[in-house]
Nanobody, 129 residues
Framework: VQLLESGGGSVQAGGSLRLSCVASGYVLGTDCVAWFREAPGKERQGVARIDEDGTRSYRDSVKGRFTISKDNTKNTLYLDLNTLEPEDTAIYYC????????????????????????WGQGTQVTVSS
């Protein structure tokens, strides 16, 4: 199983980026998939999630600015980041867990790192003021 993120970069506040996460050796299908981020000196935190039933959820600080989506024909997960703020600076990771494990419950902010067995290597997003 491999998840490979891309699309990170350096932008000014107010800018936009699109992150992609291509899965190989694994079919995203109806499994639960998510984006996390980890800022320097801080814990990894859930940002957005697509549940087994297709429900999308976001942490409060990114609602209305970030959009999670998935293209099953390309086996790819996306995260569109708009109106970026310096506080969004972090390494962004995609993660997946088989639907049968029923790990995606509650707010994305309460999702634990250990809930997801599959992770990408991360892509850096840097937002300057």
């Amino acid at each position: 199983v491999q998840l490979l993120e891309s699309g990170g970069g350096s932008v000014q506040a107010g800018g936009s980026l699109r992150l992609s996460c291509v899965a190989s050796g694994y079919v995203l299908g109806t499994d639960c998939v998510a984006w996390f981020r980890e800022a320097p000196g801080k814990e990894r935190q859930g940002v957005a999630r697509i549940d087994e039933d297709g429900t999308r959820s976001y942490r409060d600080s990114v609602k209305g600015r970030f959009t999670i989506s998935k293209d099953n024909t390309k086996n790819t997960l996306y995260l569109d980041l708009n109106t970026l703020e310096p506080e969004d600076t972090a390494i962004y990771y995609c993660a997946a867990v088989p639907a049968a494990w029923w790990r995606c419950r509650g707010p994305i902010g309460s999702q634990r790192r250990t809930d997801f067995p599959y992770w990408g290597q991360g892509t850096q997003v840097t937002v300057s003021s």
